[in-house]
């Protein structure tokens, strides 16, 4: 995520031509283009758990391997030893006065690969923020270190549009005073909490968060004493954004940042009440089924939290899931609610899983309709101009 060990990362692709059948395992990398390089085929191979820019044209022409594999598993595969780590590569922030340094913004599954792995390399930057959680990492478990100022990736988010906005009022209408709100990031998640500013005591477990939190927790809409875990404080995997949320989380211990394994567990989310996940899809077929990961056949991100917040905010009591996406793709050529999935596309969420479907247009309540019921649901919220083909009226 935004803590990509850049420096670490360009060191190693500098090194390649002197390697061979070197694994290099990721999840999304933020400035790391250098490991797509074709000068490192056969001396390092990419394999991703998430694909970011830069891995997906290797891995959809075979040059890169992605894992489809839910982001809370992630963990457990390094605990059970079932994928092996011999290195750690990691950016970590100074080292405080009793001897500890901190995983700062990104925790996720880096906290189970530094445990596991025999060697790990740090990169001990005085600008990572010192995050409160599952972070600490006292500097005698770094084997080899060197410290260098360096600017932490910043990913600014550009100012929602029109489609975006709407669908951001439409679900706000579904949020309640008191909900424990799950979401990602992006143009819409931003919308959303841009349109929350009238609720009250809302509370954040989800796995990440961007900029969009800051202003609602300045507000005092962000309370989260609804909360029965973590009562009082946003819990989180990373956070990705521009200086001023590194800034917000830095010492902050309002802010947990938890091992993805216990964030993402169905178990854990379920015990907040009015938990609800917000999520978004590539692709969404006549009966509720959710491509979130590919387009048709072609690896576009990864399968991530989706499912694990959809169930544990269905389990929870008076929780409920929230998937949201624009009505058209390229330009409004395409419809993103469709007939069929395209071939080969992945279903990260199955059509059993969906309580409410969001566009511009409005809001699909699917749970506990029928095949011909989510058809009409589906097709009202699609673009017009599609509506006809969805409801089998072109003639």
């Known amino acids: 995520?935004?803590?990509?060990?850049?420096?670490?990362?360009?060191?190693?692709?500098?090194?390649?031509?002197?390697?061979?059948?070197?694994?290099?395992?990721?999840?999304?990398?933020?400035?790391?283009?250098?490991?797509?390089?074709?000068?490192?085929?056969?001396?390092?191979?990419?394999?991703?758990?998430?694909?970011?820019?830069?891995?997906?044209?290797?891995?959809?022409?075979?040059?890169?391997?992605?894992?489809?594999?839910?982001?809370?598993?992630?963990?457990?595969?390094?605990?059970?030893?079932?994928?092996?780590?011999?290195?750690?590569?990691?950016?970590?922030?100074?080292?405080?006065?009793?001897?500890?340094?901190?995983?700062?913004?990104?925790?996720?599954?880096?906290?189970?690969?530094?445990?596991?792995?025999?060697?790990?390399?740090?990169?001990?930057?005085?600008?990572?923020?010192?995050?409160?959680?599952?972070?600490?990492?006292?500097?005698?478990?770094?084997?080899?270190?060197?410290?260098q100022v360096h600017k932490i990736t910043e990913v600014p988010l550009p100012a929602p549009s029109q489609v975006q906005i709407k669908i951001g009022e439409h679900v706000a209408g579904l949020i309640k005073d008191g909900d424990c709100l799950q979401m990602g990031i992006g143009a819409i998640p931003d919308a959303v909490l841009k349109a929350l500013g009238q609720h009250k005591n809302l509370g954040i477990h989800t796995e990440m968060f961007s900029d969009g939190v800051i202003d609602l927790v300045e507000k005092g809409v962000i309370t989260n004493n609804n909360k029965k875990t973590h009562r009082g404080k946003i819990v989180t995997g990373f956070v990705i954004g521009s200086q001023r949320l590194y800034d917000f989380v830095n010492d902050n211990q309002q802010v947990n940042f938890l091992d993805i394994e216990y964030v993402n567990n169905i178990a854990t989310i379920r015990k907040n009440p009015q938990s609800v996940s917000i999520n978004s899809a590539i692709q969404i077929d006549i009966t509720g089924q959710v491509c979130a990961d590919s387009i048709g056949s072609q690896i576009y991100s990864g399968v991530g939290g989706q499912l694990d917040f959809v169930l544990g905010a269905q389990l929870s009591e008076g929780g409920r899931s929230i998937i949201a996406l624009p009505s058209t793709a390229k330009k409004g050529e395409v419809s993103r609610i469709v007939e069929h999935l395209d071939r080969g596309a992945g279903v990260v969420t199955t059509r059993a899983h969906v309580d409410y479907i969001v566009t511009e247009?409005?809001?699909?309540?699917?749970?506990?309709?029928?095949?011909?019921?989510?058809?009409?649901?589906?097709?009202?919220?699609?673009?017009?101009?599609?509506?006809p083909l969805l409801l089998g009226e072109d003639g």
């Open 361 to 387: 247009y409005g809001v699909a309540a699917l749970r506990g309709r029928s095949l011909i019921e989510r058809r009409s649901a589906l097709a009202a919220i699609a673009h017009p101009k599609f509506r």
């Open 1 to 147: 995520m935004a803590a990509t060990p850049t420096l670490l990362i360009s060191a190693l692709a500098e090194k390649s031509k002197q390697l061979s059948d070197v694994t290099v395992m990721q999840m999304h990398l933020e400035d790391a283009d250098v490991l797509a390089d074709p000068a490192l085929f056969g001396h390092i191979r990419n394999r991703a758990f998430f694909a970011s820019k830069s891995m997906r044209p290797l891995i959809n022409q075979g040059h890169a391997d992605y894992v489809p594999i839910f982001l809370s598993e992630i963990p457990k595969l390094f605990r059970s030893g079932q994928q092996k780590i011999d290195v750690a590569l990691i950016q970590v922030s100074s080292v405080d006065a009793h001897g500890n340094c901190s995983l700062g913004i990104s925790v996720e599954a880096t906290r189970a690969a530094v445990d596991m792995a025999d060697i790990v390399i740090a990169h001990i930057n005085p600008n990572m923020p010192r995050t409160h959680g599952d972070s600490v990492i006292p500097l005698t478990a770094i084997d080899i270190a060197f410290e």
